[in-house]
């Protein structure tokens, strides 16, 4: 990074910090998805006990793991395992559980145990390998995303062969198991989903399905969803987020060199489709009108280039690093909201195109940023 990076990225991760550290003062036991008149609500205090299993509910454990690693400060570590404690509560919900166990996991419990050593965290987070690997089909070599009566307004009857791209974030969980115990059964899952993904999900021009339905019983596509995206055949930016950082993953974990490549196709897809401003819109193939956002994908999205320019050379890593910084310099002037008396950074995140609410808080905003600069900064806690 030139001077002139290195002194945006120390003045806007120091705000970030406060702000995070303010806001953590008045959050104790919360465990947040989005923010209501400023304040971040709570997930485990809802009306509905199906909550404590939603997909992001291990999003502000991990932003309190990062800043306890980075600031070593007791209050992050406490809140954290209060947290962990609370969605454990999810492994007694067999019905509500999904592939989604590595979002849940890896911020929360697996990385207690990669700071402080925690055996409760190890336990469950092997406890959430052992579920997703269950989720793996044998015969057709995937991780089932679903269970019945999830999505099916969608598609089919039935998404026993649904598996979505988001998926290969939850990879890691696997890999980290094999790492820990040295059995490779979770290793071997985790890789025959993700050459599956590369087989059905990457596209030639390097954008990715959404969703796709396989025949359960032979592997053999039968088709693909626009999902959260746009529509069918589309490019749901988030998406592509996933797919250059989830491939990303599968590489550094397995050193595999497909991995890499997969993950820099999307990396030069997604690069080449950065709007001049640098804000990143919720489909790269939406109409010009509405212009919906999604800053989440432009926060991930950067963790992913920053990880990439570090295994590359010459003009692709220059590439990569000035796509992220272009992208969070522009999240930093135009959507990150710093003053104390809102709880969220991040603004203008959309969780899915057809939705009906556009442009909101969302933590895992919040959580990707702060992992980008910290990544920038170096020698971040590695969670995924
Ligand atoms: N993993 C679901 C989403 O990105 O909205």
Request: proline fraction near 3%.
């Amino acid at each position: 990074m030139n001077k002139e990076n290195e002194l945006w990225l120390e003045e806007t991760l120091k705000k970030t910090m406060e702000k995070i550290s303010t806001v953590a003062d008045r959050s104790y036991g919360k465990v947040p998805y989005t923010t209501v008149n400023g304040r971040f609500d709570d997930k485990s205090n809802t009306d509905n006990p199906a909550d404590i299993n939603w997909w992001t509910n291990g999003f502000y454990g991990g932003i309190l793991w990062l800043m306890y690693h980075e600031t070593k400060e007791e209050k992050y570590k406490k809140m954290a395992k209060e947290i962990a404690d609370k969605i454990s509560v999810c492994f007694d919900r067999y019905y509500n559980l999904d592939h989604d166990m590595g979002f849940l996991w890896l911020p929360t419990d697996v990385a207690d145990y990669k700071e402080t050593g925690s055996e409760v965290g190890r336990k469950r987070g092997l406890h959430a390998a052992n579920i997703l690997a269950g989720r793996f089909n044998p015969v057709a070599n995937y991780i089932r995303a679903w269970n019945d009566g999830v999505g099916k307004e969608n598609g089919p009857t039935s998404n026993v062969g649904w598996c979505i791209i988001d998926c290969l974030m939850n990879l890691p969980l696997l890999y980290w198991a094999s790492e820990e115990t040295g059995d490779p059964r979770f290793k071997y899952v985790a890789m025959k989903h993700a050459d599956m993904a590369i087989k059905n999900f990457l596209r030639e021009d390097g954008s990715v399905n959404h969703i796709v339905e396989l025949n359960p019983n032979t592997g053999e596509f039968v088709q693909s969803f626009g999902g959260q995206g746009y529509g069918h055949g589309s490019s749901w930016t988030r998406g592509q987020s996933w797919a250059l950082y989830g491939f990303l993953f599968s590489y550094l974990h397995t050193k595999e060199e497909r991995y890499l490549e997969a993950s820099k196709k999307v990396a030069s897809y997604f690069c080449d489709n950065i709007p001049e401003s640098g804000l990143i819109p919720v489909d790269f193939r939406q109409p010009k009108e509405p212009a919906y956002e999604d800053s989440t994908a432009a926060a991930i999205a950067s963790c992913g280039l920053i990880e990439l320019s570090k295994i590359s050379e010459g003009k692709e890593k220059e590439k990569y690093l000035d796509s992220a910084i272009k992208m969070l310099k522009a999240l930093t002037d135009n959507r990150c909201d710093f003053s104390l008396d809102t709880d969220n950074i991040v603004n203008y995140c959309t969780a899915s195109y057809h939705d009906n609410k556009h442009h909101f808080s969302i933590i895992y905003g919040d959580y990707y940023y702060l992992e980008a600069l910290l990544k920038l900064k170096g020698n971040e806690l590695f969670i995924w």
